[in-house]
Structures are given as C-alpha cells and as structure tokens.
C-alpha cells in the first residue's frame, strides 16, 4: 500500500512515494507448516509464478494436522525449495493425498488466482491417473467401478461400499501381470475419500501394502505387509499407491500442463522396468484412443 491507497506488483510509484507492506492472511495461514520444519526441500515437478507441482514421498502428511506430532510435511518442504530459490511466496495445498500415497499434488503460490485453480480441482477438469500394485490378476481390459460410498460407522478411519453412499467411478485398466501381481493404471472420475483404494479392495484386488483395506473390503493383512521380489527375496511394503500423472488446462496462463511423478522404489523392484515402462506406454496409447 503507497500513500496514494493500494497498488499492485505491476504499478509505477512516483519517485518519493513511501510503500507500506501489508502481510496477507494467506500468508499468515501458512505458517503451520514452514519452511524450518522441512526435512528436506520438495522435489518440483512443475513450477510457474502461480503454481508448483510436487513429488510427494509417502509417509508424509500434506500438510499439518494441527496436532504437531508430524511438522516435517509435504508443504514445508516445498516452502523450504521455494526459500532455496529465494522466493517469499508460500504454498497454499490445492489437493491432497493420504499419507501413504506417493506422487503428484498441485499448490497455489499467489492467493489473487487461488480461486481459479479450485475451480479446476473442483470442477474435475483435471485428468488424473494413479498407479497401483494389487494382488492378483486383474482383468484385462478396462474396467469401470462404480460402487457408491460412505464412511464406515465402526471405524472412523475407513470408508465402505454403500447404497446410501456418494456415487463415484473409478476406471481401471490393467497394465500389467507378473508374478502374483498386477500393475493397474487407475483414472479416478470423482474424488471421494479413499476411493481407489475401496473399489480395488471391494471388488477383490486390493492394494498391496494397504494397511486398512482388504479382500472385499474387509480388514487388511498384518502391517506392514511383506511382498516377494523377483529374486526371490521377501521385503516389508507401504502402500503401493501412486499419483502418476495429472494433466490440465492452466486457467492463467491457457496452456496444457502435463506432469508425471517418478515412481517410488518398490514399483521399480516389483516389476522389470523396461517391461513396465513398455506396458506404461501401450496402456496410456489405449487411454488416448479411449479418450481419457
């Protein structure tokens, strides 16, 4: 704000105008998750002057959940490689992913277009694709889930099949089978809390390393979850759940955004990687051809 009343970044001052700053509440937000909780600085997938893109580890929180316990979560970490780059902007989290996913979550940098990019997420105008491990061969092909759902009433934690629930369609498509297990690639069409991970385990695939979702819906295994290699070698494993891809017209800047997220270690020792990657491909020339 100058003597003259409120100014934007884009204004000419006249030469001995005083500027008086004026923190904003989004800023004031923020601090919850700042910078010096980080353990680490995010891994930017994407970045504009409006928004970022982060690689998010599982096990981490997107951001705080107000009890302290976990204050080095994915929001402090890309307000520390935002600090890292010089920058004063701190990140307003747009979407968010349970903590034992891995991969893409989007963040607003300039509060005056926030509105426009929750609009996107909202609206569902953003293509998404996650990646999962289930056990068993999944049916070839594509498959469309659409069992509606609500929250479990003795577990709060959980959600479940419901008639009276929320309708939701997830669609699948089998990438590939190796071994006892299935590489699936998943396009979420609503964004209802747990979905994937309940229409996979409901119709009898769940997520490897899901820690409350089993066959049928039903509890899990024991956690953690230990899955054989292809050596041989039996290993411990987190939830094998991954935002892969997330792909949008930028309501700023009108141009196409198209962001994928390295998969996480276990993925790659599951499976072979240049058969996956080839698999990948093929499933996502199908899903272009099907039109997304």
Same mark, same amino acid.
């Given at each position: 704000? &100058? ?63 107000? !009890?302290?316990?976990?204050?080095? !979560? ?11 780059? @010089? ?14 996913? &891995? ?19 909202? =609206? ?16 070839? =092909? ?7 759902? /609500? ?25 590939? *089978? ?30 490897? @390393?899901?820690?409350? *979702?089993?066959?049928? @819906? ?27 891809? +997330? ?6 800047? /009108? ?16 499976? +072979? ?17 099907? /039109?997304?």
């Amino acid at each position: 704000m &100058s003597d003259a009343g409120p100014v934007r970044l884009t204004d000419t001052l006249e030469e001995g105008s005083s500027v008086k700053l004026v923190a904003s509440q989004a800023i004031e937000r923020e601090v919850k998750d700042p910078a010096e909780n980080a353990s680490q600085p995010a891994h930017l997938l994407y970045q504009d002057p409006f928004i970022v893109i982060a690689s998010k580890p599982a096990g981490i929180l997107v951001h705080s959940d107000g !009890t302290g316990r976990e204050p080095d !979560t994915l929001t402090a970490q890309v307000n520390a490689a935002l600090e890292e780059q @010089g920058l004063i902007s701190t990140a307003q989290v747009l979407q968010r992913l349970d903590k034992d996913t &891995s991969g893409c979550v989007l963040f607003s940098l300039c509060p005056d277009f926030q509105a426009a990019f929750d609009a996107l997420v909202a =609206g569902h105008a953003m293509h998404k694709y996650y990646l999962a491990v289930v056990k068993g061969s999944f049916p070839e =092909g594509v498959t469309k889930l659409s069992a509606p759902l /609500g929250r479990d009433r003795h577990d709060p934690r959980r959600m479940r099949v419901a008639s009276s629930g929320k309708s939701c369609l997830s669609i699948v498509r089998r990438v590939m *089978y190796e071994k006892g297990y299935s590489l699936v690639l998943v396009a979420p069409k609503t964004g209802r809390k747990h979905q994937i991970r309940v229409h996979l385990a409901f119709r009898g695939f769940p997520i490897v @390393g899901d820690p409350l *979702y089993g066959a049928g @819906g039903g509890p899990a295994l024991p956690h953690p979850e230990r899955v054989q290699l292809p050596n041989g070698e039996m290993v411990a494993t987190t939830l094998l759940l991954h935002c892969w891809e +997330e792909r949008f017209i930028h309501p700023v800047m /009108g141009e196409e955004v198209s962001v994928r997220a390295p998969l996480t270690e276990m993925f790659l020792r599951l499976f +072979e990687v240049k058969e996956m990657r080839k698999a990948l491909q093929n499933a996502m020339k199908l899903e272009e051809k099907r /039109g997304m």
